[in-house]
């Protein structure tokens, strides 16, 4: 790992964290790690995240919005929008996901295939708490995709290890 390698988080990593074991009020350590380490640069996300999160208008919205909002990049980039068009001709051939699903995944709204585009355009490591599955058809899970263009996704407990955060009391 290089010193100024970047993580990109997925909005389930933030409304999981939320929602479950890093509530604020029990986990505040992970929630200030994460503004420290956008801060340096080496963790962001994207636009797209943003707006999945602000949708729900809660607890974790106020808290975007008060000290990540700096951390998230723009997806209108050529690099990143060339690797978002790629990811939609493959989604398209895909005979394992219903039509349903590549209409999911190519949604203005979902911000999936733009995190893994971002993380495939600037090479940043993608993290989620997305699982590999090779039987689904319902949906079009992140780390699905990634296998398919050589990114590795982890979850966040390997990125807390991997930047060496201590979550104390």
């Not at 068009?85 to 209409?103: I, N």
């Not at 295939?113 to 993608?126: E, F, R």
């Not at 599955?133 to 996704?153: A, D, G, H, Q, T």
């Amino acid at each position: 790992m290089t010193p100024h390698h970047r993580y990109i988080i997925d909005s389930n990593v933030f409304i999981q964290a939320y929602r479950t074991y890093y509530q604020f009020d029990i986990a505040p350590g992970f929630w200030d790690s994460l503004i420290r380490l956008s801060g340096e640069g080496t963790i962001l996300s994207i636009d797209r995240v943003e707006d999945e999160i602000k949708r729900n208008k809660d607890l974790l919205t106020d808290w975007i919005v008060t000290n990540f909002s700096l951390g998230f990049m723009s997806t209108q980039e050529d690099d990143v929008v060339e690797v978002y068009t790629r990811l939609m001709v493959w989604a398209q051939k895909q005979g394992q996901f219903s039509e349903a699903a590549v209409f999911e995944f190519s949604e203005v709204t979902n911000a999936d295939a733009w995190v893994i585009s971002y993380a495939i355009a600037k090479n940043c490591t993608l993290v989620t708490t997305e699982k590999f599955n090779p039987n689904i058809k319902k949906r079009i899970p992140i780390p699905n995709v990634c296998m398919n263009f050589s990114l590795e996704p982890i979850d966040t407990f390997e990125m807390l290890r991997r930047l060496r955060v201590r979550l104390r009391a």
